[in-house]
């Protein structure tokens, strides 16, 4: 009896670098967000209570254990500004960072893993450090367990600072591809330049009469053709973005029935109209 043939599962399309990237933050960013609103409330909820003395005297006083729990409370307020802030910058810049990420200029890959590397140590630094109080409030009250927190989340700390400098550009070097186009700098291709001379700082792309289709159709339809030449109107103008500057979309003709109405209201505002009566 012949076996059937073993069927290969179809492979999954590769995901572009720079989304796998902003997958990432977009997960970070509510992991962050979670745990600092968690130990935030938390916190505050002991903050505004009465400081019960230790039990046994571990070294750490009530007072001091309340200040050790004050700062773990302002240190996840902070992330949790800041966390709010790099989801807005994320949400703003995400094409861009995306663009630049996965493109062959090592130099632009270079500069969005700089960013990255920023707000991951930040972010990380701030759990790691109101960690490390709430250690310190334990340790007052119940000794050994808290200063083994203390250890484990000194532990995780080091791992990890060493991974996100393992996945820094720190030690690397650019390989290949122009300078990044920074429009702060002097050395920049459109540095100087005039609104005019900006939208012609790039060679026209395009030439003949099927750019300048009417953008909507000929009145059969929106078909393949007039897409295309909607498509091929726009042009990529170096940072990011999109824009018309080569060929600017011709406009349909005014229709008939609106000449009418604009030569209407002009019969009603003139002289004769008004001398008439019929106003």
């Known amino acids: 009896?012949?076996?059937?043939?073993?069927?290969?599962?179809?492979?999954?399309?590769?995901?572009?670098?720079?989304?796998?990237?902003?997958t990432f933050f977009d997960n970070l960013f509510k992991t962050i967000t979670a745990i600092s609103t968690l130990g935030a409330s938390l916190t505050f909820s002991k903050i505004v209570q009465t400081p019960v003395a230790p039990w046994v005297d571990y070294g750490i006083s009530k007072d001091t254990a309340q200040t050790y729990l004050g700062l773990s409370w302002l240190v996840f307020v902070i992330n949790l500004g800041i966390v709010s802030f790099a989801t807005a910058a994320l949400s703003l810049w995400r094409y861009a960072a995306i663009e630049w990420f996965g493109t062959?200029?090592?130099?632009?890959?270079?500069?969005?893993?700089?960013?990255?590397?920023?707000?991951?140590?930040?972010?990380?630094?701030?759990?790691?450090?109101?960690?490390?109080?709430?250690?310190?409030?334990?340790?007052?009250?119940?000794?050994?367990?808290?200063?083994?927190?203390?250890?484990?989340?000194t532990l995780a700390g080091i791992l990890g600072f060493g991974v996100i400098v393992w996945q820094s550009p720190i030690g690397s070097k650019s390989i290949g591809g122009p300078p990044n186009e920074d429009l702060f700098r002097k050395d920049s291709e459109l540095y100087g330049y005039s609104p005019n001379r900006k939208a012609n700082a790039y060679a026209r792309?395009?030439?003949?009469?099927?750019?300048?289709?009417?953008v909507y159709g000929d009145g059969d339809g929106y078909n393949e053709k007039?897409?295309?030449?909607v498509k091929e109107q726009y042009i990529d103008?170096?940072?990011?973005?999109?824009?018309?500057?080569?060929?600017?979309?011709?406009?349909?003709?005014?229709?008939?029935?609106?000449?009418?109405?604009?030569?209407?209201?002009q019969i009603r505002a003139s002289d004769e109209y008004r001398y008439d009566g019929r106003q």
């Not at 792309?205 to 009417?214: I, Q, R, V």
């Not at 007039?226 to 030449?229: I, L, S």
């Open 1 to 22: 009896m012949a076996t059937p043939a073993a069927t290969t599962a179809p492979a999954l399309p590769k995901a572009h670098p720079g989304e796998r990237l902003a």
């Open 104 to 153: 062959e200029d090592s130099q632009k890959r270079r500069t969005v893993m700089w960013y990255a590397t920023f707000v991951s140590m930040v972010l990380f630094a701030l759990i790691i450090v109101a960690f490390i109080f709430l250690g310190l409030v334990i340790a007052a009250y119940a000794g050994p367990v808290g200063w083994s927190a203390i250890g484990f989340t």
């Open 205 to 214: 792309k395009l030439t003949g009469d099927d750019t300048y289709a009417n």
């Open 226 to 229: 007039d897409a295309m030449a």
């Open 237 to 265: 103008d170096g940072f990011g973005r999109r824009n018309t500057l080569d060929r600017s979309p011709r406009f349909a003709d005014t229709p008939e029935y609106t000449n009418d109405l604009r030569r209407m209201r």
